[in-house]
């Protein structure tokens, strides 16, 4: 990939010609090539891949007028936008990729690429979204998290999870060791949490009701964990299992009796 490109730190694969290209497709992102484009000249195509801890993230970029078919998988892929015209068929449903919408699906589905549309692909196995779910809303979940295809990048509760995002694509690109050891895994745990708090899913009614409240030998209690194990990765699962409650319960009680959140906490310790 070339350099200046997200990732290109990062290189998974690179092809110069459409056999090839199909071909590292059909072998790195286990996708088909179902329509391909012609254009003058083929120039250097293909994907930049970043493993997280818990997540895999891509950044695609071919060149030429491509659609990709994706099985139906056991992960969530979510697109955000970077350039150009780029959209997904779902079913019947089909859904433009632009800088105000992206998409979220683990169903079978064809991604159109434009001649210039780039994208990153993030995706997060199931049991990640399930253990995270659990945790804000303090049970364990009784039925598959279930998202709707459309996430609305243009609503003012999404611009935390685009700052995240971006802030991610920054640290991977200037990562030094303790960025990696302890920054990526924090802002990978954030930007979970902030997909669930932001996308429509069959959990939102649950995520939006009341919240119960931590008692102050519970926040006590976090915060003494914090100051533990600040030179590690602070998750909100880590939270949720020293004090016993949701990790909703504890972002309010933070509020309330401290004026910040744990993770405010968490910096000002560090």
């Known amino acids: ?9 990062h290189p998974s694969f690179e092809a110069n010609t459409v056999d090839q290209l199909c071909q590292s497709i059909d072998q790195k992102l286990g996708a088909a090539c179902v329509r391909v484009g012609e254009r003058s000249v083929f120039g250097t195509a293909g994907g930049n891949l970043f493993r997280l801890p818990s997540t895999d993230l891509w950044f ?33 449903e089909r859904l433009a ?11 079978s589905a064809e991604v159109d690429f434009g001649l210039d549309f780039e994208q990153f692909a993030w995706r997060l196995p199931r049991p990640i979204v399930h253990q995270k779910m659990a945790a804000l809303i303090g049970r364990p979940v009784n039925q598959p998290v ?24 920054f640290n991977i690109d200037a990562a030094t060791s303790n960025v990696a050891k302890i920054v990526l895994p924090e802002l990978e745990n954030a930007l979970v949490t902030s997909l669930l708090a932001t996308a429509q899913h069959n959990y939102r009614g649950q995520l939006d009701g009341p919240v119960s409240g931590a008692a102050p030998w519970q926040v006590s209690r976090a915060e003494s964990y914090i100051e533990a194990h600040w030179n590690e ?31 405010q906490f968490v910096k000002e310790i560090r």
């Open 233 to 263: 990765p602070i998750m909100i699962e880590d939270l949720v299992s020293v004090t016993g409650v949701s990790a909703r319960s504890i972002f309010r009680a933070f509020k309330k009796s401290r004026g910040y959140s744990p993770f």
């Open 146 to 169: 279930e998202f709707d295809y459309l996430l609305d990048m243009s609503k003012p509760q999404s611009m935390a999870l685009r700052e995240i995002f971006n802030s991610l694509i």
């Open 97 to 107: 990729v632009t800088a105000t919408q992206s998409c979220i699906t683990s169903r």
């Open 1 to 9: 990939m070339v350099d200046g490109q997200p990732l290109s730190a």
């Open 60 to 92: 695609c970029s071919y060149g030429l007028p491509i659609t990709l078919k994706f099985a139906e998988s056991d992960f969530f892929r979510v697109q955000f936008h970077r350039k150009g015209v780029g959209a997904t068929s779902i079913s019947n």
